[in-house]
């Protein structure tokens, strides 16, 4: 399975970036499609999840500025709001939870 994700650069705050992750099967296949962050010097973590079912849950950090969606069976988005500097990380999505598959990561810089 290969996930690709794209989307990321240089945004400055407040900005609504939206990364795409375009998976190589359907994306319907696995329990669920995640959107996970690293930022520098810190441990990667979850910040967005749908399920096959269509339910969605995020990181209280994101919630209300963040949206985790679908467009089809192969690609998953993440629609991201009132961007803030504590944004700024490498963004990867993953297939299944917990994630059995990982894309190669897109960098989100926030400039403030």
């Known amino acids: 399975v290969q996930l690709q994700a794209s989307g990321g650069g240089l945004v400055q705050a407040g900005g609504s970036p939206r990364l795409s992750c375009a998976a190589s099967?359907?994306?319907?296949?696995?329990?669920?499609m995640n959107w996970h962050r690293q930022a520098p010097g810190k441990q990667r973590e979850l910040v967005a999840t749908?399920?096959?079912?269509?339910?969605t849950n995020y990181v209280d950090s994101v919630k209300g500025r963040f949206t985790i969606s679908r467009d089809n069976a192969k690609t998953v988005n993440l629609q991201m709001n009132s961007l803030k500097p504590e944004d700024t990380a490498v963004y990867y999505c993953?297939?299944?939870?917990?994630?059995?598959?990982w894309g190669q990561g897109t960098l989100v810089t926030v400039s403030s």
């Open positions: 993953a297939a299944n939870n917990p994630p059995s598959y």
């Open positions: 099967r359907n994306i319907f296949d696995f329990n669920a």
């Open positions: 749908i399920t096959s079912g269509g339910r």
